[in-house]
């Protein structure tokens, strides 16, 4: 057995049975055997994953990597290998001088998962520069080429999630950047900012990032551990009445999204503390492995716990947006049992 505490941002303290590191196309041929007849889970750098209990497959780590740039009158076409870290994609677009990703700043993870669930931040998800995903089928051995309608992106989702979910390894994602550029400045604190440059936008986010969010490498933790819920207009009409100060965003033309680290602080849990895991004391999104001894168990109570208090208060069911791995590969929350978890 393999700890996972290293291989997952959580740092939870669980082990796996086999590891498996893919580091070229071949490498991935000779995974059908295993893939055919054994679990296996394909992971990035874990930011987005917790290992809530040991897990008994093969975790299949992607060390997919290389940068092609092409280019026309109008946009630069990049190819990028799976495996490749985001923020340092992000940095070696503005060294090229290739924006469009800087409020993308500082996102924990490979480029691999970046399509997976559409990652996003500040006004800007990273549907908007993705022109195809490459995969393998881990079962059949086939390569496809998915282009962005074929993605089904939206809000923290997409088809990886669902018609693709298990079997695929995404080996590239192609990215699209319009030589025009435009900066998205309408969040805060991009808003204040003056014709600022791509270099100024990155630096801006990753100075806002650093101050409200705890560093993995020193506290466990996932990030936005809740998906920003989606609510009726009438929903969202009665809840502005009553708190008015609430953040909203128009999500589509019937529905609003609401912060749901407002909701959360809200409720009173901004900094609450269960064990060894807590709620982020700057920003209530963010569970910590506050003490880094924490287990599954610990984090499911207190996710669980979240929810309850947050649903007593506003009547709105919170989604986890991380991915949770149990003993034999992934479970949805509501299918954790909440009598060994919690
Ligand atoms: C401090 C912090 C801040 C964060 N901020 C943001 C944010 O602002 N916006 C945002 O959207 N997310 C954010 N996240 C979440 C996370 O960074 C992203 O979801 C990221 O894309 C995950 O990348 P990863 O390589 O770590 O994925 P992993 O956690 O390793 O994997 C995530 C999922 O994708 C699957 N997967 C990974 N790679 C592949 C592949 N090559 N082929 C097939 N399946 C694969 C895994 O099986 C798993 O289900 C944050 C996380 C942290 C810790």
Redesign the pocket.
Known sequence: MFSTKSL???HLSSDVKHLAEINSITDLANMQELTNNGEF?????????IFIDDYMGTLIL?K?VGIELTENSDFYNVSVG??NN?NEFVLWCLSNNINGLEN?A?????????P???????GV??KKFIASVE?VDLKTGKASVLDNQSCNFSY?DSV??HEL??N????KVNFSFAKHWQPQLAYAPLNSLENPTAREIYNKVCEV?TLK????KIVG????FFKNPIVSNEKATKLIAEYTDIPNYEYSQNSKKIAAGWLIEHAGLKGFRLGNVAVHDMQAL?LTNKTGNANGSELIELASHVMMKVYDKFGITLEP???F?GKHG?VKFSEIDQNVYG
């Open positions: 997952h941002s959580f889970i394909v992971i990035g750098e874990g930011s987005n994953t992607n997919l799976s495996g985001w993308l500082l996102i924990p993870g490979t480029v691999g998962a970046c997976i669930q559409n990652i996003g931040a500040y998800e990273v995969y923290r990886f999630k979910k298990d695929v390894f995404i080996t990032r969010l705890p560093d993995p933790n996932a990030g936005s963010v947006e991380v991915r791995v992934e």
